[in-house]
């Protein structure tokens, strides 16, 4: 079978000045610190990391990034920080991201996400016009914005949005943020403007070592077995499409190189595992407590719980397609790297170096794994 897939040019971000909105989070200090080990410049714009522990704390990322302390929803503290770092490319992963919480705090949810956003690609629009080399902005969305169709089939980009919990309503607004955007930048009359680029990607659930956020499968896993809990199920037929964190990562790289110089590429995108990865929340849990050992359980929760969907698949042939980007781990081996991620770190392994360590095997491993 001919490989046709595209490797990440490390050169291409050697120099790189990079801005990553959300850069405290779980996904963005595995995204900072990729970036990092590739040359790039990392600027980062969040508030203090969500969670304690934390692995942007973990892994002492204030050593290697330059960090702006700040709320998405300033727009003149935004506004400042992206004038000062001058960035090439953005990653927008600022946002409320749990489906959980957006019933607690809607109002919060939608100002994070749709006016964070609007906020972002103003300032963007802004400081393009002062002369900044803006060229290519990710936003980075979920697969929870598509509305229920036939379960049967992966949803793909040009399927309907909708999203019914407020957290993934707010993110299909952000879709049509995007869009109307794309349009601005390319009629302002500055025409400089027309030099950015807007992408959208979104991505499956995505596991791996370093997430202690609340109410979220594999934190909550971990945090049960570590006290001795069975691990509570709430909702365990409900099948999700599930990859390690560094899969929809690597496409988020691998779109910015073709964007950079191709405005075509500003377009949705979708990042998931192969088919036979999309499974129930029980199967996941079970894999993960067998590969854990020393008594791991479940158990379901018979509680009521806020609505979720109960099918969610992604056809991910566009990105596969016209990226060349495949999953390259599946999801024993994902679920294998974020224990031996967790052993590790109970081990008092450095966790910087835990995370490189896992890069390096990822980015090694795509080499030459079969797809």
């Given at each position: ?153 992966g949803y793909r980009e040009t399927d309907r949005l909708g999203g019914g919990d407020p957290y993934s309503n707010s993110k299909a607004c952000t879709e049509l943020i995007i869009s109307s955007y794309r349009q601005v930048f390319q009629n302002d009359a500055d025409q400089s403007n027309g030099q950015v680029a807007i992408a959208s990607v979104r991505a499956a659930n995505v596991i791996g070592g370093g997430d202690w956020a609340a109410d979220r499968l594999i934190p909550d896993c971990f945090r049960a077995i570590l006290q001795g809990q069975p691990i509570k199920l709430r909702y365990p037929q409900a099948v999700r499409p599930w990859q390690h964190v560094l899969e929809p990562l690597h496409g988020y790289l691998l779109l ?116």
């Amino acid at each position: 079978m001919p490989d046709n897939r595209i490797r990440i040019n490390s050169d291409f971000w050697k120099g790189k000045h990079v801005f990553v909105t959300g850069h405290t989070g779980f996904k963005g200090t595995w995204l900072s610190l990729w970036l990092h080990g590739m040359g790039a410049n990392v600027t980062g714009y969040s508030l203090q990391p969500p969670t304690e522990p934390s692995l942007f704390e973990l892994c002492r990322m204030d050593e290697i990034v330059t960090s702006y302390t700040a709320d998405i929803r300033n727009m003149a503290a935004l506004s400042a920080a992206l004038k000062e770092a001058a960035p090439d490319i953005i990653f927008h992963l600022a946002a409320q991201p749990l489906v959980r919480a957006s019933y607690l705090n809607p109002i919060e949810t939608y100002e994070m996400n749709t006016m964070g956003t609007v906020n972002l690609l103003e300032a963007v629009r802004q400081a393009v016009k002062g002369g900044s080399p803006v060229k290519a902005v990710i936003h980075v969305s979920t697969d929870k914005v598509y509305s229920q169709l036939d379960e049967s089939r992966g949803y793909r980009e040009t399927d309907r949005l909708g999203g019914g919990d407020p957290y993934s309503n707010s993110k299909a607004c952000t879709e049509l943020i995007i869009s109307s955007y794309r349009q601005v930048f390319q009629n302002d009359a500055d025409q400089s403007n027309g030099q950015v680029a807007i992408a959208s990607v979104r991505a499956a659930n995505v596991i791996g070592g370093g997430d202690w956020a609340a109410d979220r499968l594999i934190p909550d896993c971990f945090r049960a077995i570590l006290q001795g809990q069975p691990i509570k199920l709430r909702y365990p037929q409900a099948v999700r499409p599930w990859q390690h964190v560094l899969e929809p990562l690597h496409g988020y790289l691998l779109l910015v190189e073709q964007l950079y110089e191709n405005k075509q590429f500003a377009q949705a995108w979708n990042f998931g595992p192969k088919d036979e990865d999309t499974i129930s929340v029980e199967q996941v849990v079970s894999e993960l407590c067998k590969k854990w050992g020393d008594q791991a359980s479940y158990q379901v929760d018979q509680a009521e719980h806020p609505h979720e969907v109960h099918v969610l698949r992604l056809d991910c042939t566009k990105s596969r397609t016209l990226l060349g980007w495949y999953p390259r781990w599946d999801l024993d081996t994902a679920i294998a790297k974020t224990i031996d991620w967790v052993k590790a770190s109970l081990n008092q392994e450095n966790g910087r170096e835990i995370c490189c360590k896992q890069i390096q095997e990822y980015v090694l491993g795509s080499e030459t794994h079969d797809h």
